[in-house]
């Protein structure tokens, strides 16, 4: 649900992943009578059905992956802009919107091998663009580790890094990666198993109905009716949690080794947000200020072939400053049509 968004601690100062580390909810339980018509196509992956909307014309094509707890129509006012010059796919995670819950647990790995025989099975081309907001950078920059040669291009939009303070109550912040087990990452699989299926919510478990935050007023009305409908039936608990708790596993190898150049010279650009809104938890505002930037100026330096971009934006930059996402998408897409220099 995007309620949660609201009830974060101020130790985080916006939205996106921060939240969603505290916020849970499960899929109300009359989903499938009140969604509405998905806008893309639902591609059967073995059991399961993955929601993916592609508009456009025009090679490299463009992937979107969303924040925690985002879904694919929040993109829609960068959508609808991209497809004017490129190609551009904006999807469900498994579990979200239109989207089944797919197979465990909910790797990074496990993510990508559904995104990407989905784009296979629409026989959308690569290499890619990949376009990953908040939690979604480290799920794309764990796709251009695992599948470099389908990926042309990063765009982080405010994305996650290693070792990023995040809040968890009053006052309180943890550190992403800090919480891993260092267990092996099991290999993804696509076909649905039994032990794959969600347990049906419990008696009582439909949430009341959320207010449209404000922030989603800026998209046509019938976003804003998917938005409603899907914040309070998009995910079951254990597929979010699931989410979360891998994802430690990721942050805490890359915290384990240098990471600058480990993608080479794919053209990467980082937009980052000018302010982080930080109060004081238990560590100093400033301190949060600091590391936050630091670690964004880290990201752009996976790669010898990088730019970084300060925003005057919140965290959730698809629907607050859609005109400066989609510029950044423009410079990748022509950078990769001329040669892949920044």
Known sequence: ??????????????????????????????????????????????????????????????????????????????????????????????????????????????????????????????????????????????????????????????????GMRVGIGPKQTMRLG???????????????????????????????PSPLDAMYKVLPDEQQKQQLWAQDTFVLEFTEASQREWSDEYFARQLAKPQAGTLGSIPIIVLTRAEGGYEDADVPATQLEQERKEGQAKLAQLSSNSRQITLKSGHNMEVEAPNDVTDAIRKMVEAVRHGGVL
């Open 178 to 208: 800090q919480e891993a087990k260092h267990r092996d990452i099991p290999p993804p699989h696509e076909q649905m198993q039994a032990s794959d299926k969600p347990p049906a919510p419990p008696a009582g478990a439909v949430p009341p």
């Open 1 to 162: 649900m995007k309620s949660w968004k609201s009830s974060v601690s101020s130790v985080a100062g916006t939205t996106g992943i921060y939240a969603a580390l505290i916020g849970l909810c499960l899929v109300s339980a009359n989903a499938a009578d009140t969604a509405p018509k998905p806008p893309g196509k639902l591609v059967d992956l073995g059991g399961h059905k993955l929601h993916v909307y592609c508009t456009g014309k025009g090679s490299p094509t463009v992937v979107v992956e969303n924040g925690l707890g985002d879904f694919s129509f929040d993109w829609i006012l960068v959508q609808l802009q991209v497809s004017e010059f490129a190609r551009i796919c904006t999807y469900d995670r498994a579990g979200y919107a239109w989207s089944d819950p797919g197979p465990m647990p909910r790797t990074f790995d496990q993510i990508n091998l559904e995104l990407r025989d989905a784009l296979a099975k629409l026989h959308e081309k690569g290499p890619y663009i990949l376009v990953g907001h908040s939690y979604g950078g480290p799920v794309m920059r764990n796709f251009a580790t695992v599948y470099p040669k389908d990926t042309a291009g990063l765009v982080f939009v405010d994305a996650a890094f290693e």
